[in-house]
């Protein structure tokens, strides 16, 4: 159902790229709802944290439309999150075509819906290409402690949910020891 809504720009934004625009899923009311029904079934934790722009669009309906997430953790670019003393944490990815810089805030982690002494979260994305910015945010997060209602709580990255992963780029690969790797659309072929 989904492999005929994504499309394809080859050489954007600079050569030897195949950019996968998922955009197309916001055209179909029917193609979308599925979508969300298909990510809600793959989420397993009350916590979302995403990366804007596109996983945004993708995760904020479940909010809404699943029983089992409750709150959306945002990633954002630099200077887009406002942060009181020590809240904001900066993380460095690597993507297929070059290093960026993004950012979380622990009062946002801290919303979360804890299990035990832990707050896990799915990491939810568009694109899974070479997995380098899922990997940067899930160690950095891994790392974290919060403070809920008087009681520390560690963070951890339980799984990582895609809705396109590109196959031969090996993302899974470099993810799957961190956590598991679900996707709800693989391509192959996407190499020059």
Do not use: C, W
Request: hydrophobic fraction near 40%.
């Amino acid at each position: 159902m989904f492999e005929d809504i994504i499309s394809h720009y080859p050489d954007f934004p600079k050569p030897e790229i195949d950019f996968i625009d998922v955009l197309p899923f916001l055209q179909d009311k029917e193609v979308f709802t599925q979508a969300i029904a298909e990510l809600d079934k793959l989420t397993t934790t009350p916590n979302v944290a995403t990366v804007e722009a596109r996983g945004f669009l993708f995760a904020a309906p479940l909010l809404t439309e699943s029983e089992r997430v409750q709150t959306i953790i945002p990633i954002r670019k630099k200077g887009k999150l406002p942060f009181a003393k020590d809240d904001l944490h900066g993380v460095t990815i690597e993507k297929e075509y070059g290093s960026d810089e993004v950012f979380y805030r622990l009062s946002d982690i801290a919303f979360g819906v804890p299990e035990g002494d832990t707050i896990y979260i799915t990491l939810l994305d568009d694109l899974l290409a070479t997995g380098g910015t899922a990997r940067g945010i899930a160690e950095a997060l891994n790392r974290e402690t919060v403070v809920k209602d008087g009681k520390t709580y560690k963070v951890k990255v339980k799984e990582f949910l895609f809705l396109v992963e590109l196959t031969d780029l090996k993302g899974e690969a470099f993810l799957s020891d961190l956590a598991p790797v679900s996707s709800l659309l693989k391509i192959a072929g996407t190499d020059k």
